[in-house]
């Protein structure tokens, strides 16, 4: 057996995925990601994370280090998140902490240890098909899946990752955990952005660190409705937190004119779109065609569409309108439960991008 580097973040998954590689035969080195310096109170990136990490990988007998990311998380992770909500978009800091730290730096780390193998406890499975393909699939817990946040790992890195724990659920991670006594049976998942306290939210962590502006909410009519206190803060689909002076009805965002200091509201049939503009649009292996299953949040439900290209842009053509997704968020095309591409959701009139490309 080989040698792996597993990623043991303190929670549970982790802890089983490098105990249930311990009994298949592989000598494993535990390390635990110190990302994030400041306050935290999310479970994760405490020093009570690495604590239990450690304690784990005392109770399996295995090594253990700490590699400190700090500065590379403020990089990749960090300010991208607080850049983007001041440029109007969403964000995805998770999938941006998979794509340049928990997979890019500790590939680097376990070259330069000569490991060849990293293991974390992402709930996902690798599928290969009988032409050697790798795909990230859907884990055996549709609750749990992690597939989404895993969407930009290509044949290169999915040739070298092992998911222990994608082929069983939840409930039997923890039945295991309890069966080896581990410290980490019974904590709670971490919940949310790593970085954000709970205490102040989002306002707190992104008005230390740029103006947060406020902003008049309209109606459709351009008429004042009420107010929001920071744009930066306020999603494109958001219902909730939105001071409409008492106005019962239900209303969504459905534009955000950062610039301008507008966010119009309206019925949650003015966010239905046809069609849906896509940037940085990356295939897992090669193109394929025909419809796709498409994910737009990490534990949504998926909607079926067809892929056009015009020109160098990719747009999105719904089999039933769908509400239009935010700025920055994530699009995951999957065929059956296996992902096949990754992109970004784009501002912009499609018919307006269709006709200069052609």
């Not at 070298?160 to 039945?175: A, M, S, W, Y």
Request: a negative charge; glycine letters at 10%; aromatic letters at 6%.
């Amino acid at each position: 057996m080989s040698q792996v580097l597993v990623a043991m973040s303190g929670g549970v998954d982790s802890s089983v995925a490098a105990a249930l590689l311990k009994q298949q035969g592989h000598d494993i080195v535990g390390v635990t990601l110190k990302l994030w310096g400041g306050e935290s109170d999310s479970g994760c990136c405490s020093v009570s994370d690495v604590e239990d990490a450690r304690r784990v990988a005392n109770e399996l007998d295995i090594e253990h280090h700490v590699f400190n990311f700090g500065e590379e998380f403020d990089e990749f992770v960090v300010d991208p998140y607080v850049a983007d909500h001041q440029a109007g978009l969403t964000p995805n800091p998770c999938v941006e902490c998979n794509r340049h730290i928990k997979f890019a730096k500790l590939f680097r780390r376990a070259d330069a240890l000569g490991i060849s193998q990293v293991a974390t406890g992402h709930h996902a499975r690798i599928t290969t098909d009988a032409t050697g393909v790798r795909r990230i699939a859907r884990g055996a817990d549709d609750a749990k899946d992690q597939s989404y946040v895993l969407h930009m790992l290509g044949q290169e890195e999915l040739a070298r990752v092992l998911l222990p724990v994608g082929d069983i659920t939840k409930e039997r991670v923890r039945e295991l955990a309890g069966e080896l006594g581990l410290r980490t049976a019974d904590k709670p998942d971490s919940q949310d952005v790593c970085f954000i306290h709970s205490t102040g939210g989002r306002e707190v962590f992104l008005g230390d660190r740029i103006s947060l502006k406020p902003g008049k909410l309209v109606d459709n009519d351009g008429q004042q409705v009420g107010s929001v206190d920071s744009i930066e803060l306020v999603t494109l689909g958001q219902r909730r937190g939105l001071n409409l002076g008492g106005d019962q009805s239900r209303r969504y965002v459905t534009a955000i004119d950062k610039q301008a200091g507008v966010v119009t509201v309206g019925p949650k049939s003015d966010l239905l779109v046809k069609t849906q503009l896509l940037s940085g649009f990356a295939w897992t292996h090669e193109p394929l065609d025909g419809s796709f299953l498409v994910q737009c949040s990490a534990h949504g439900s998926t909607r079926e569409a067809t892929l056009e290209t015009t020109g160098e842009n990719y747009v999105l053509r719904w089999s039933e309108p769908q509400p239009k997704v935010a700025a920055g968020q994530s699009v995951v095309l999957y065929k059956d439960d296996a992902v096949v591409a990754g992109a970004s959701a784009a501002d912009g009139d499609v018919q307006a991008t269709v006709e200069a490309a052609s």
